[in-house]
């Protein structure tokens, strides 16, 4: 799929799929960022947007949302929040 479809997709997922927010809320004392996968589902999850490959989006409200790309950045997104979850 060449990157330019990729970005249209990614773009009309965000503003007809994706509410105002993210909608979870987080826990204390840990930082959650709102991520969309693959599939189109959203998730709050404590791992840092750098530590995988992303697209960032603004939504109107202002809202961040780390759009993942590719199935192997969402398999390590997956693997980094389970360690975080084991340190708690």
């Known amino acids: 799929m060449e990157l330019k479809s990729v ?3 990614v773009l009309w997922v965000l503003f007809l799929l ?3 927010a993210c909608g979870l809320t987080p ?3 840990m930082n959650h960022h ?9 998730v709050s999850l404590g ?4 530590a995988v ?3 960032d ?3 109107p409200d202002g809202t961040a949302v ?11 997104l997956f693997a980094l929040q389970g360690i975080l979850d084991e340190e708690d």
């Open 7 to 9: 970005k249209l997709f």
């Open 18 to 20: 994706l509410p105002s």
């Open 27 to 29: 826990l204390q004392g």
């Open 34 to 42: 709102c991520y969309m996968l693959l599939e189109g589902q959203k």
């Open 47 to 50: 791992v840092h947007p750098d």
């Open 53 to 55: 490959i992303t697209e």
């Open 57 to 59: 989006y603004s939504l």
């Open 66 to 76: 780390h759009v993942i790309v590719g199935e192997e950045e969402q398999d390590k």
